[in-house]
C-alpha cells in the first residue's frame, strides 16, 4: 500500500537491488555504502569510484520534499571530495534544489547505465 513505512523500505531496497544489478551487469565497479548517524539520519546509498562520489536519498513519495532535500544535503556536506547529490522519488518532475539533482526513480537508473 502506497504512502506506509513499509512502502517505503520496500521502495528502497528495490531501487538498492536496480543500482546493484546494473552495477554488476555493467560492471560499473562502484562500491556501494551507506551512512547512518548516531541519531538515526542516513544517507541511504553512496557510490564511489576512484574521486567520484555519488550520494542517493531515496524516497517513495510522489512529491518532492524540500525540506528533506535540505536535510539531505547538510549530511552529504560531510563527505569527502566532490560529489553528486540525487534525491530520487517517484515525483515525475526534475528540479534542482542547492547542490541536490531531485529526479523521478527511472531517470536516475538511466542516468546511472550510461555512467
Known amino acids: 500500500m502506497k504512502n506506509t513505512f513499509s512502502y517505503g523500505l520496500e521502495f528502497e ?6 543500482i546493484i544489478k546494473l552495477n554488476t551487469y555493467k560492471e560499473l565497479d562502484y562500491r556501494l555504502s ?3 548517524t548516531k541519531n538515526g ?3 541511504d546509498l553512496i557510490l564511489t569510484r576512484g574521486k567520484e562520489t555519488i ?6 513519495s510522489l512529491k518532492i520534499d524540500e525540506k528533506e532535500v535540505r536535510a539531505f544535503e547538510a549530511m552529504a ?6 560529489k553528486k547529490l540525487y534525491y530520487v522519488s517517484q515525483d515525475p ?4 534544489l542547492g547542490q541536490a539533482h531531485c529526479i523521478f526513480w527511472q531517470q536516475f537508473l538511466d542516468i546511472l547505465e550510461k555512467l
Do not use: C, R, W
Request: proline letters at 7%; a negative charge.
Open 93 to 96: 518532475h526534475s528540479v534542482q
Open 41 to 43: 539520519s542516513e544517507i
Open 77 to 82: 556536506k560531510d563527505l569527502p571530495g566532490p
Open 55 to 60: 550520494a542517493l536519498e531515496i524516497k517513495s
Open 34 to 36: 551507506y551512512l547512518q
Open 13 to 18: 531496497t528495490f531501487m538498492i537491488n536496480e
